[in-house]
């Protein structure tokens, strides 16, 4: 059984599109895509240096069109459960059927200016966790006042806060986290903070006719697979002001008995994490062309089993 994952926002790095789009009408598509969103994905995907492409605005649909470019080059075989981490929930709605390339680009453009716009109201920011008891974690961020705003499992835990918060978390780790990284991100993301951004994505989803998912959708917010296109989309439009539970979205995968892990361009992060909660399970990151015939091969393998 094969599950396909998207990863979220700090994946991305410079030129990371670059080999992408010497793939066959790949640089059509995604100068169509750039028109109908009015942001010159090429540009940014190859060009474009760290900072710029750390702008929420830029990042997040960045994220997704590459997923999704990178996800058409693997063939029309179906994998058997699809899931992605915050933005990543975005791609993998379209890897589901519930919204077409077009309105998934469309739908986190106006998620990632919408976002930009409420992380410019307070200098915020999320750092890694590694190492430690979650509980315990989880305990000693709420006395400093910061939120776990992305529970990753395998030991990683993402804080997320004012800045202040989180310098006195890098002076007062808890009990048995190693190490703690600020991350590469524009701001707070899955706290209150982000709650304006919340009515301008529901109004935006409130545009959209979502299909209900082709393949099954494992959901951030709670690892549950989710039927119906109505929900995906609701769900969406919260998580962006709740936590990530991406340790209940890998339960969900052991219990569903997977046995292969495919994480689409800018692959990475997620199976590291597979790689330590998810042992037996094979896992492929794709991370340039050259990783398309092992991960197709992993589809013949075990997509279906």
Not at 62 to 72: H, P, Y
Not at 178 to 186: G, T
Request: charged share 20%; aromatic share 2%.
């Amino acid at each position: 059984m094969l599950v396909l994952v998207a990863p979220g926002q700090g994946a991305q790095t410079p030129g990371f599109l670059t080999p992408w789009l010497e793939l066959p009408g790949a640089a059509d598509r995604v100068a169509a895509w750039s028109d109908a969103i009015g942001l010159d994905l090429a540009h940014y995907g190859t060009q474009a240096d760290a900072d710029a492409i750390r702008d929420t605005s830029v990042a997040q649909p960045l994220l997704v069109a590459a997923g999704i470019l990178s996800a058409a080059a693997l063939g029309d075989t179906a994998p058997d459960a699809v899931a992605g981490h915050s933005v990543g929930e975005i791609t993998a709605a379209a890897f589901a059927g519930v919204l077409d390339d077009t309105a998934a680009l469309g739908l986190v453009r106006k998620r990632g200016l919408a976002m930009a716009d409420a992380a410019a109201v307070t200098e915020t920011g999320m750092s890694a966790l590694l190492g430690g008891d979650p509980e315990t974690s989880v305990a000693h961020l709420e006395k400093l006042g910061l939120t776990p705003a992305n529970i990753n499992g395998a030991g990683q835990i993402v804080a997320a806060g004012t800045l202040e918060q989180l310098a006195a978390l890098a002076e007062d780790k808890p009990e048995g986290v190693r190490k703690v990284v600020a991350l590469k991100v524009a701001g707070a993301f899955h706290t209150h903070h982000m709650a304006p951004a919340v009515e301008t994505l529901a109004k935006a989803a409130a545009e959209l006719t979502p299909a209900d998912p082709k393949v099954r959708y494992v959901s951030n917010k709670d690892g549950r697979a989710v039927a119906t296109g109505t929900e995906v989309l609701e769900r969406l439009v919260g998580q962006v002001a709740n936590p990530v539970r991406w340790d209940l979205c890998m339960e969900t995968f052991k219990e569903l008995g997977v046995t292969a892990l495919i994480e689409v361009c800018p692959g990475g992060t997620l199976t590291g994490l597979a790689k330590r909660a998810l042992p037996g399970v094979t896992t492929l990151a794709l991370k340039t062309p050259d990783d398309l015939d092992t991960a197709r091969a992993l589809i013949t393998e075990h997509a279906g089993a």
